[in-house]
């Protein structure tokens, strides 16, 4: 989740061939893989000790050069410092070393879809949402963006398929992939072209490497969208 994309690679984890390393096996069960993406493959994995399921994210690292973690160490902690109901939970992030390195991330587990699917499966119907449903979802996700941004975490990267529903329609924003989080509260970030085109807002597709930054508010652009 944070910003790894871009120093590190990872690749597809296969469900029959995943070895959990000790201390992640003493910890968790593997239940099944929900899923894949550029940064790494997801799992459904279950707390030996109190049965509660997470999802775990694992992201095979390059080398055994784990000091390439230290720069993200800021913003796992203020990410871990979000808590909301219509954001996705941090419980835990962690290294494996064997039988690769890993950069593990444990999280709350969402048992429905995401957003995407959701309005997927309603075209299929051929049935509208209600409009109550819609603005109960509106009200999720802007308070869930509040939340990020009260700790001065910019998500970058909100889209419906970065927002999870519950079996109760409850919404959540998650995958922080290319998040960043800022030291102070009037502060910039600078990198640029990133996120999903569709979404991206304008101050943030630009190749002017003096560009004058953005700010959260690029969040609220894509939400709109």
Not at 4 to 14: A, G, M, R, T
Not at 49 to 74: C, G, M, V, W
Not at 87 to 109: A, M
Request: glycine share 4%.
């Amino acid at each position: 989740v944070i910003k790894l994309y871009y120093k590190f690679v990872s690749f597809p984890l296969k469900i029959d061939k995943i070895k959990m390393d000790k201390k992640t096996q003493e910890t968790y069960s593997l239940k099944k893989s929900i899923g894949s993406g550029a940064s790494g493959e997801v799992f459904l994995v279950q707390s030996n000790t109190t049965s509660q399921k997470y999802a775990l994210k694992r992201i095979k690292l390059l080398s055994n050069d784990f000091h390439l973690i230290e720069p993200y160490k800021p913003e796992i902690k203020a990410l871990n410092r979000i808590n909301n109901v219509h954001v996705i939970r941090f419980k835990e992030t962690f290294i494996s070393k064997k039988p690769k390195p890993c950069l593990n991330i444990i999280t709350e587990y969402v048992d429905g879809c995401d957003l995407s699917q959701e309005i997927q499966k309603q075209k299929e119907s051929k049935k509208p949402f209600t409009e109550v449903q819609i603005k109960d979802w509106i009200i999720h996700i802007a308070l869930g963006l509040d939340a990020i941004h009260s700790e001065r975490v910019i998500h970058r990267d909100i889209k419906p398929s970065n927002i999870f529903l519950t079996k109760d329609k409850i919404a959540k924003v998650g995958d922080f992939g290319i998040s960043k989080c800022l030291n102070f509260t009037f502060e910039k970030a600078l990198t640029m072209n990133l996120g999903t085109p569709l979404y991206i807002a304008p101050e943030m597709c630009t190749d002017d490497e003096n560009g004058k930054g953005y700010t959260s508010k690029v969040d609220m652009w894509s939400f709109g969208v």
